[in-house]
C-alpha cells in the first residue's frame, strides 16, 4: 500500500518521492497506481495528476529504493536502467526490441509465435507454411512421416513440345543417401489457341533419361488427357506410391524430370505450371 506520495516542483524532471508496502513485483504489475487511488486521493488531498517530466524515487518492501517512470499505459512503474544499461523491470512475456528511434522497448511478442513468461516459444497454428521452407530443406527419418515439401514448375510450349528429347527437371537433387518421392502432381494448363497433338504417356522419372525412359517416380498422365483440353484446365497424376520399382543406385541423390514416352507432343501452344508435392526421406 502507498502510504506517501509527492511531488518536488523545485527540481527539473518533477521528483515523485513514493512510499509503499508493496514489493517490486506488485508496483511494476498493470493497474497498481489505480488500486492504490483512495490512498494516493487521501495521501494528496485530491486525485493525483502525472506530469510528463515526472521521475519517481520509491521506497518499496523490503527495504528498497530505486528510481522509476510512471507508464501510463500499464498503470505501473518501470524501472529506470542503470547508466547504459535496460530496465531491471519488465512486463510478463515481454521481450526487450529496438523501435524506430533505436530505444529497446518492451513489447510482446506477436505474429507467428508467441513467448510466455516462462520463456517457452509456441509457433502458431499454420504459420509454417511452404514459402517459408527451402527446397530440399527438409529432411525426414523414415519413409512413415509424411509432411509434404512442394514446388512450383513453369513449362513454357515449347518445353511440353520437347521434353521428349529434353525432359525438365522438377526437383534438384536432395544429397547423398535421400530419395525424392513424390506426393502428386497438379497440372494448371492455361490454353491459348491450338491443342497438343501425338506425343505419349508423361511421367516424372528419376534422372535425365531421354523419351520417358528412366525409373518412374510418379503415376502417367494419357497423352489423350493432355491432346483433348482446349480450354485452362486442371490434370492430376499421381504419386510414387503405387509405381516405385527402382534400385537405389538409380534413386538415391536424383534430381526429378518429366518426360514423354513413344513421341514428342507437336501443336500445342499452351503453357503450365506443375505444382509438385513431394518428401525427401532418408531410409535407413
Sequence with gaps: ?????????????????????????????????????????????????????DIVLIYYATAQIGWFTYDASTDAFVSVAANGGLSNTLPSGDIFVGNSSNVATAVTMSGDATISNTGALT????????????????????????????????????QINGMYATPVQLIAAPG???????????????F??????????????????????????????????LNAVAA????????????????????LNTAVYISNATAAFTTGDSTVNLYVRYRIVTPA
Excluded at 502458431?124 to 511452404?130: D, K, R, Y
Design 232 to 251: 485452362s484446365s486442371f490434370l492430376g497424376e499421381s504419386g510414387s506410391s503405387a509405381v516405385l520399382d527402382v534400385t537405389k543406385t538409380a534413386s
Design 192 to 225: 491459348v489457341s491450338a491443342q497438343y497433338a501425338a506425343g505419349g504417356a508423361i511421367a516424372a522419372q528419376y534422372g535425365n533419361t531421354i523419351h520417358g525412359a528412366g525409373p518412374a517416380a510418379s503415376g502417367t498422365l494419357a497423352a489423350a488427357t
Design 123 to 158: 509457433i502458431g497454428a499454420g504459420a509454417i507454411t511452404g514459402s517459408k521452407i527451402a527446397a530440399n530443406a527438409v529432411d525426414y527419418a523414415n519413409l512413415a512421416l509424411d509432411v509434404a515439401a512442394s514446388v512450383t514448375v513453369a513449362l513454357t510450349a515449347a
Design 1 to 53: 500500500m502507498i502510504t506517501s506520495i509527492k511531488r518536488e516542483f523545485n527540481l527539473f524532471p518533477n521528483i515523485v518521492g513514493i512510499v509503499t508496502t508493496d514489493d517490486l513485483a506488485v508496483i511494476t504489475t498493470a493497474d497498481y497506481f489505480s488500486s492504490q487511488a483512495v490512498e494516493v486521493e487521501l495521501l494528496n488531498n485530491g486525485v493525483w495528476q502525472w506530469e510528463n517530466e
Design 176 to 190: 547423398a543417401g535421400k530419395l525424392i518421392v513424390i506426393d502428386s502432381i497438379l497440372w494448371d494448363v492455361a
